[in-house]
Antibody, heavy 119, light 108 residues
C-alpha cells in the first residue's frame, strides 16, 4: 500500500523560501503525477501544482512565479519550493498522488505538514 | 482558474439524504468528466470518495453517489450517519486542478 510522508521545516521566515519533500513508500514513484495541495487554517483546499515522474510540471497560475517542483526517482521522493513566503502562505501542505487507475483524482494523500511564517 | 462554487453548509437528520452541489463552468466541470469528491474530518487529510464524477473507490460506502448535469456536479449521501459529518470538497480537472470552497455537512 502506497504511503506518502511530507517533511521539512515547520517554520519559515517571511521573504525566505519554503522547501518540502514528500517521500513515497510502498510503491514506485514512476508513472504517476505527484501533487502539492495546501489548506490555510479554517479554509479550503488549494492546488499548488504537480510533477510527473519524468519531471514534467504543471503549476497553479496564481502561484507559478514562486513555485518550483522537482522529483528524484532514485530516492523515491519529490519536492516543493515556494519563494518569497508571506503570512498568506501559512497552511497545512499536503502531497498527493493522481493518475493511474483513477484519472484526475487524488487517491493517496500524505498526513500533511503545518507551515508557519514568522516575521 | 476560479474556484468551483459549493454551498457553505448543508445539514440533515440521520437516515435522510442530502445533496451537495458543485458549480463550475464550461472550461472545467462542463467539459471534463474528471470531477472528484473528498471527505475531510477535522485534523485529517482529505479522503477520496468519488472520482470521474460517478465512480466509487473500493471501500467507500455505496451510500455515496455522484452525478453531473451541465456545469454542475453533485454528491449525494443517502442514509445519513453521524460519521458522515465532515467537510466535503469537489475538484475538477481544468488544465490543472481547481477545488470548490468546501461544504460543511452537519448531521442533526
Amino acid at each position: 500500500q502506497v504511503q506518502l510522508q511530507e517533511s521539512g521545516p515547520g517554520l519559515v521566515k517571511a521573504s525566505e523560501t519554503l522547501s518540502l519533500t514528500c517521500t513515497v513508500s510502498g510503491g514506485s514513484i514512476g508513472s504517476y503525477y505527484w501533487n502539492w495541495i495546501r489548506q490555510p487554517a479554517g479554509k479550503g483546499l488549494e492546488w499548488i501544482g504537480r510533477i510527473y515522474s519524468s519531471g514534467n510540471t504543471n503549476y497553479n497560475p496564481s502561484l507559478k512565479s514562486r513555485v518550483t517542483m522537482s522529483v528524484d526517482t532514485s530516492k523515491n521522493h519529490f519536492s516543493l519550493k515556494v519563494d518569497s513566503m508571506t503570512a498568506a502562505d501559512m497552511a497545512v501542505y499536503y502531497c498527493a498522488r493522481d493518475g493511474g487507475e483513477k484519472p484526475g483524482a487524488f487517491d493517496v494523500w500524505g498526513q500533511g505538514t503545518m507551515v508557519t511564517v514568522s516575521s | 482558474q476560479s474556484a468551483l462554487t459549493q454551498p457553505a453548509s448543508v445539514s440533515g437528520s440521520p437516515g435522510q439524504s442530502i445533496t451537495i452541489s458543485c458549480t463550475g463552468t464550461s472550461s472545467d466541470v462542463g467539459t471534463f468528466n474528471l470531477v472528484s469528491w473528498y471527505q475531510q474530518h477535522p485534523g485529517k487529510a482529505p479522503k477520496l470518495m468519488i472520482y470521474e464524477g460517478t465512480k466509487r473507490p473500493s471501500g467507500v460506502s455505496d451510500r455515496f453517489s455522484g452525478s453531473k448535469s451541465g456545469n454542475t456536479a453533485s454528491l449525494t449521501i443517502s442514509g445519513l450517519q453521524a460519521e458522515d459529518e465532515a467537510d466535503y470538497y469537489c475538484c475538477s480537472f481544468a488544465g490543472g486542478r481547481v477545488f470548490g470552497g468546501g461544504t460543511k455537512l452537519t448531521v442533526l
